[in-house]
């Protein structure tokens, strides 16, 4: 089990800025050897993959609609993943998940794939 826990969701207004957090306990074992991925659910609507990040933060896939305004990153040394999200638009309104599994070598991006979820967080842009 690798336990996941996000945070800095919440309500901001078209073209804000939020940054969500995902924290990997440390009980999970090495955060180093896992990939990350960011995924988000609207309602009604399928979970859909964001943006990713390899276990070495080499491989930052992201999805078409976020490039150039989401900035996915790690911080190994204390078992954290973020996501700056810039330019925020009412649209990117979503449940976000991260999620994690064990993956040496690239990043996943399809939710079946990843074994450890978070909780997930609500974001809400308003127009």
């Known amino acids: 089990q690798v336990p996941l826990v996000e945070s800095g969701g919440g309500l901001v207004q078209a073209g804000g800025s939020l940054r969500l957090s995902c924290a990997a306990s440390?009980?999970?074992?090495?955060?180093?050897?896992?990939?990350m991925g960011w995924f988000r659910q609207a309602p009604g609507k399928e979970r859909q993959f964001v943006a990713g990040i390899s276990a070495t933060g080499r491989y930052t896939p992201y999805t078409d609609s976020v490039k150039g305004r989401f900035t996915v990153s790690r911080d190994n040394s204390k078992n954290t993943m973020y996501l700056q999200m810039n330019n925020l638009k009412p649209e990117d309104t979503a449940i976000y998940y991260c999620?994690?599994?064990?993956?040496?070598?690239?990043?996943?991006?399809?939710?079946?794939?990843?074994?450890?979820w978070g909780q997930g967080i609500q974001v809400t842009v308003s127009s």
């Open positions: 999620a994690a599994d064990f993956v040496p070598v690239g990043v996943r991006e399809v939710a079946h794939q990843y074994n450890y």
């Open positions: 440390a009980s999970g074992g090495t955060f180093s050897n896992y990939a």
